[in-house]
C-alpha cells in the first residue's frame, strides 16, 4: 500500500464523497484536512483530495507542509480530465507526483460567502455564451446542464485510475 489514509477538504460535499467512496473500497481511513491534522503524525503518507477554484487544488500546500503526500485528486465542476494541465500549473505540483482529476458537480445552493457570488457570476456569463452557442460539444452540453440543473457526479467510475494507483 503506498498510502496510509485519506486526507480531504471538501467545499460542497462532492470531495467528501469521493474520499469516502475510496475509503470504503480500500479500507484506508478518510480525514478532513483539519481532524487529519489532530489524527495523523506528522509525514503520515497520504492520497490528498481537493476542491478546485480556478485550478488549485484547494488545502494540498497545507496538506503537504504536515504530511507526505503521495498523490493528488483534484475535484471539479468539467467532465473533461483537460483540467488536470491547469491543475497541475496552478498549484505548482512536483512534475513526479501522481495527480488525477475527478469531476464531482455543482450545486450553488451549498456555496458561501465569496464563492457563492463567483459562482453564481460564472453561472451567469458561461451558461449564457454556452447556451447561445449553436454547436456545443457532449461535453458543453453536459457543462450547461450541471449549471443550469446543479447535481452531483460523483461515481464509483471516475475512481478507477485512483484505485490502480493505490493498488
Known amino acids: 500500500m503506498k498510502v496510509t489514509a485519506i486526507v480531504y477538504t ?3 460535499g462532492h470531495t467528501k464523497a469521493y474520499a469516502e467512496l475510496l475509503g470504503e473500497k480500500t479500507g ?3 480525514y ?3 481532524t487529519a491534522c489532530k489524527t495523523l503524525p506528522k509525514h503520515a503518507e497520504i492520497l490528498y483530495l481537493g476542491w ?3 485550478g488549485n487544488v484547494k488545502g494540498y500546500k497545507k496538506a503537504a507542509r504536515r504530511f507526505s503526500v503521495k498523490a493528488v485528486c483534484g475535484v471539479g465542476m468539467s467532465g473533461s480530465d483537460t483540467q488536470l494541465n491547469d491543475m497541475l500549473r496552478a498549484t505548482h505540483l512536483p512534475e513526479d507526483l501522481p495527480a488525477f ?3 464531482g458537480g455543482f450545486e450553488l445552493e451549498k456555496l458561501h460567502g465569496i464563492y457563492k457570488l463567483m459562482m453564481k457570476t460564472m453561472k451567469a456569463t458561461v451558461g449564457k455564451g454556452l447556451s ?3 454547436d456545443r460539444t457532449p461535453e458543453e452540453d453536459d457543462m450547461l446542464n450541471l449549471m443550469l440543473n446543479g447535481g452531483s457526479t460523483v461515481s464509483d467510475e471516475k475512481l478507477t485510475a485512483v ?3 493505490i493498488e
Open 10 to 12: 471538501s467545499n460542497t
Open 28 to 30: 484506508l481511513p478518510a
Open 32 to 34: 478532513d484536512l483539519k
Open 52 to 54: 478546485l477554484m480556478a
Open 101 to 103: 482529476y475527478l469531476q
Open 132 to 134: 447561445a452557442k449553436k
Open 163 to 165: 484505485l490502480e494507483w
